[in-house]
């Protein structure tokens, strides 16, 4: 009997296409109505498509998969955006009002579409994520509502190659499969991994895949950092093929027998060999050192990224690893051992239980394909007297994109309008900037230079102290001293003590009384060396 009312989802990744099928129960359950996969890490390599017509091919089989295990057409499908060039790139923009006007929603639109007018070669921005807003010198993070006279939004942006999507969207054309919607992969696998409370108190997101490892950095619910490391589980597996292994082999002996972290206080057996069921061997302490060697490098590249977030210190919650590369054994003990982070949790699936037929793997490897799932809202079916052919679906296409550029084009507009008939204003503001720029150098070079008189001039006590010093005018010298003292050169206090106690310690030595007094002391001396 034919499916009518499911939700598709199709995840392009490095080592395999995949492709799910499900139904949303009421109860938050989801039913997996059908699941297919293919091998694509001939044609998608880092999560970029380098074959469009492979990956249709890939993508035409696991869709027709998924129908004939559906007794139905699909229609449309979601797809998740990911791979080696996505990133985030901090952007900051602002507006200097005329007078204290109290901030609107529309005031925010306008600030936010600037802020997508960042346009960057060859970059296309997917989403933002914005951070908080700066109204006069408070930072809020809604400030609808508050008044100020001047407002800066501090954004996230979402960036990838803008070959990414387009080159996905040619792949789904040629197939002859609409998109329902893009999701960010990072994004919707953080919603369905990683609990309220780890993305309030902050959490590092580590997806560890094959080609690639993503760092997702949470603090108080928002996206603070996302970058994708171009190494992942497959580099594990070349470095042990490349001791003379069959990669085939050196993929199940690092799956068999495979450790991220062997503690150094344990004893180990220097001989001991590690033996696949063909035959295939290695010495056990020749397969920990190469494993361990490139975990550590992914390691200190992921770690490098959450410093580079500036909340490494902020992660309360510490770090949540998934993706199929996290079953490697004792890949938390080593995040922790090279990170201190006491916090390592692997999260293996989602909070959301699931039913049906179809049973997936509970080892991380799907985790973003179910998060595609869960995010969709819009049935996917389509009822095959309206299937169309792939010409039609890529005639409405070119019209959508069109429309899309037409209304771009009408935005850009009158966002230049509007601008324009801000220039003038922004005009006297910069000139009034650049008048109190001016008047501040100057009050900074005068007081520099009051500064510099005022050290030249404690500079000349010391001397003149120093001099009557060492002619023994200890009256004339402290005074100096005293003058230098009453300039108040911050730091300095310290330096005239010293010169100070020498000073009078020396006036002492050369009192007349003590020198008498020393002479009788000598003189006492040598009389009862007599005796």
Not at 131 to 151: R, T
Not at 419 to 427: D, K, Y
Request: net charge negative.
């Amino acid at each position: 009997m034919a499916v009518t009312d499911f939700i598709a989802a199709v995840e392009l990744a490095s080592s395999q296409i995949t492709a799910i099928a499900g139904k949303k129960s009421a109860d938050g359950t989801i039913q997996i109505l059908a699941y297919a996969s293919e091998p694509s890490s001939t044609f998608i390599k880092k999560g970029v498509i380098y074959n469009l017509d492979r990956t249709t091919q890939g993508i035409t089989s696991v869709i027709g998969k998924l129908e004939e295990a559906l007794h139905a057409s699909i229609g449309q499908v979601y797809v998740g955006i990911g791979g080696q060039s996505v990133r985030t790139v901090p952007n900051v923009v602002s507006r200097k009002l005329t007078e204290q006007t109290k901030i609107s929603q529309a005031m925010i639109d306008a600030i936010m579409d600037s802020n997508r007018e960042n346009l960057m070669i060859d970059q296309e921005i997917l989403d933002v994520e914005p951070q908080e807003y700066k109204v006069d010198n408070n930072y809020q993070a809604d400030p609808v509502g508050i008044p100020a006279d001047y407002i800066e939004g501090h954004f996230l942006n979402i960036i990838a190659r803008n070959t990414l999507k387009r080159n996905i969207n040619k792949c789904f054309v040629q197939a002859g499969y609409n998109i329902a919607d893009y999701f960010i992969s990072p994004l919707v696998t953080a919603n369905l991994l990683l609990t309220d409370n780890e993305k309030r108190s902050g959490c590092a997101l580590i997806d560890f895949g094959a080609d690639t490892t993503t760092v997702a950095v949470y603090k108080s619910n928002i996206l603070r950092h996302l970058a994708v490391i171009p190494l992942g589980s497959n580099n594990i597996t070349k470095d042990i093929a490349s001791l003379q292994i069959e990669e085939e082999d050196a993929e199940a002996l690092k799956i068999q027998y495979g450790s991220a972290y062997t503690d150094a206080s344990e004893e180990q057996d220097e001989n001991k060999v590690y033996t696949l069921d063909n035959g295939c061997s290695i010495q056990a302490k020749q397969l920990e050192e190469v494993i361990e060697a490139r975990i550590t490098e992914i390691i200190a590249n992921v770690w490098n990224q959450i410093l580079l977030s500036e909340y490494g210190d902020k992660l309360l919650s510490g770090i949540i690893l998934t993706g199929g590369g996290s079953n490697l054994r004792n890949i938390d003990k080593a995040f922790t051992k090279a990170t201190n982070q006491e916090k390592v949790r692997i999260a293996k699936s989602g909070q959301i239980s699931f039913s049906g037929a179809v049973t997936l793997k509970k080892d991380g490897s799907t985790n973003t394909l179910v998060a595609l799932l869960t995010s969709g809202q819009e049935n996917c079916y389509k009822p095959e007297e309206e299937k169309e052919d792939p010409a039609k679906i890529a005639a409405e296409q070119a019209a959508a994109e069109a429309e899309r550029l037409r209304k771009e084009k009408e935005e850009k507009e009158e966002q230049e309008r509007r601008e324009r008939e801000e220039q003038e204003r922004i005009a006297k503001e910069l000139k009034e900037k650049e008048e109190k720029e001016r008047k501040a150098r100057e009050e900074q070079e005068r007081k520099e230079h009051e500064q510099k008189e005022l050290e030249e001039e404690y500079n000349s006590y010391l001397k003149r102290a120093d001099r009557y010093k060492n002619n023994k005018e200890y009256a004339k010298a402290l005074e100096m001293i005293e003058r230098a003292r009453s300039i108040e050169l911050p730091g300095k206090e310290e330096e005239l003590q010293k010169l100070e106690n020498d000073i009078k310690h020396l006036k002492g030595e050369n009192n007349p009384i003590n020198k008498l007094k020393r002479l009788f002391t000598t003189f006492a001396e040598d009389l009862t060396r007599d005796e």
